[in-house]
């Protein structure tokens, strides 16, 4: 087995994964002034290293594993996501005005971040036998009602950007099993139409972040100041940045959550726009690596598998970079493999896992 992995892995996946951790913890470690000597468990830092050496024993275990036992696993692990979002509205803990958290001991585990690659392999088990039959609305029902009972859970938390990351993980898997595109443009239509309605159903602090979005200068000091700080940090690490550890807006805390939404924005200051591009040609290059995978898949479930996890990772690089920069409204998505999150770093790393069983598996090695 061991020959195999090395032979058959795909190390690009593997590369690009160790390279954004290993700088997501230097950056962790920055915004937070994690840089003295000898680290306590109770770090952040040494938090996110110690999850990172945990779930890179489960990936290399996860080898022994072939990924299609998975489909037989579909329906429990959609039923066990049920349960873990409504344990969240039962038990769950509250903060920043969500209850999306459960304490368990020193840890606090985010479930709907792990209910995401539920989804996607539930979601994969239940579509595998739909692929090129998806041509009337009828043929959509059953499995817009699979996907919306949980996004309506966990819209309910609130928690708007897991769940529009449910719907874009459904739409990329929706265009792989070959949905008519016809039945596309009359559902992008309706949407457009219905999407002022979309307001009635907000909460105040989403209503608020929209109109922010929209001119952060109407609430500088309070909705609109994760905003405006997060820009002058950008702006002001230019080319090259002012260095790690050096800069003005983290190390000063101007900068709200800026080890976990907001760690786009301390490389953009800390290490400037080359920093900012290295990143994202990792981000983005892991990302055209699973639509590889997807496509030399040896069957259905595999390719709609690793394109649920591409779709994961497209829609969550967009969002969070876009949110920094102040292209998008602030939501509570993280930087993939970057912002800390014992719960977003495993769920992340599994996916990997996934991707580099699928590419066992697949028909041939692409690049």
């Not at 003295?36 to 022994?64: A, E, H, P």
């Not at 449910?166 to 070959?178: E, N, P, T």
């Not at 992340?348 to 697949?362: C, D, E, T």
Request: aromatic share 10%; hydrophobic share 55%.
């Amino acid at each position: 087995m061991w020959h195999r992995i090395w032979r058959e892995w795909d190390w690009t996946v593997v590369i690009c994964t160790l390279l954004l951790i290993s700088v997501g913890v230097v950056i962790i470690g920055s915004a937070t002034h994690v840089n003295r000597d000898g680290l306590d468990i109770n770090d952040l830092v040494s938090k996110q290293l110690m999850f990172f050496v945990i779930n890179t024993v489960v990936i290399v275990m996860m080898q022994w594993f072939d990924y299609r036992r998975l489909r037989s696993w579909g329906r429990p692990l959609y039923f066990i996501t049920i349960l873990l979002l409504v344990a969240v509205m039962l038990i769950g803990t509250s903060a920043l005005g969500a209850q999306r958290w459960i304490q368990i001991g020193p840890i606090t585990i985010q479930p709907s971040e792990f209910t995401k690659l539920l989804m996607i392999i539930s979601m994969a088990q239940m579509m595998e036998n739909r692929v090129n039959k998806l041509n009337t609305f009828r043929s959509l029902v059953p499995i817009v009602l699979y996907v919306g009972i949980p996004t309506l859970l966990v819209f309910k938390q609130p928690d708007l950007g897991t769940s529009l990351v449910y719907l874009d993980i459904l739409c990329g898997m929706l265009f792989v099993a070959g949905i008519r595109m016809r039945l596309v443009q009359i559902i992008v239509g309706v949407a457009v139409v219905l999407a002022p309605l979309g307001w009635f159903v907000l909460q105040e602090y989403q209503k608020q972040r929209i109109l922010v979005f929209l001119n952060p200068n109407i609430d500088p000091f309070g909705a609109g100041y994760h905003i405006i700080q997060s820009k002058i940090a950008i702006g002001s690490g230019m080319i090259l940045g002012k260095g790690l550890f050096e800069g003005t807006q983290s190390q000063l805390n101007f900068l709200p959550e800026n080890h976990t939404d907001f760690i786009f924005s301390v490389i953009g200051e800390e290490l400037g726009f080359v920093g900012c591009v290295i990143v994202l040609l990792l981000l983005f290059l892991l990302i055209y690596r699973s639509i590889m995978i997807a496509r030399s898949a040896n069957d259905t479930f595999g390719t709609l598998l690793a394109t649920g996890i591409g779709s994961m990772l497209v829609f969550e690089v967009l969002v969070n970079v876009g949110m920094t920069t102040g292209i998008m409204p602030v939501t509570g998505i993280p930087l993939p493999f970057i912002s800390y999150g014992v719960s977003a770093l495993t769920t992340n790393m599994i996916s990997v896992g996934l991707l580099l069983n699928i590419a066992m598996h697949r028909k041939k090695l692409m690049f």
